[in-house]
């Protein structure tokens, strides 16, 4: 799904946060939110939402990767594959289905 540079808000990044956590999504599934100026608190609430899916590739700007995302991203068990894209963890190393 392509959001870069649609100006995606708080709002709409908690809908989609709540979207991505409910787990639903059964095909791998890529956002690409590059290109928009994604507050702390909603990088913070996608990770944790990427946290609690699988399959979910997320895009976003490389500057938005300060050393406390980066910590949300290990906390989570987020994979950055190359920079500015992480994918959600496997099922078996995710910190929600250990649960």
């Known amino acids: 799904m392509k959001l870069l540079a649609t100006q995606i808000g708080d709002d709409d990044v908690a809908a989609l946060a709540v979207a991505l956590a409910s787990g639903r999504n059964t095909r791998p599934l890529t956002l690409d939110l590059s290109e928009n100026e994604l507050t702390l608190a909603s990088i913070k609430l996608l990770l944790t939402a990427l946290g609690a899916c699988h399959n979910v590739t997320l895009y976003v ?6 050393p406390t995302i980066r910590a949300l991203m290990e906390q989570h068990h987020l994979v950055e594959t190359s920079v500015g ?15």
């Open 61 to 66: 700007n490389e500057d938005e990767l300060t």
């Open 85 to 99: 894209v992480l994918v959600s963890p496997t099922r078996a190393s995710s910190p929600w289905h250990a649960m």
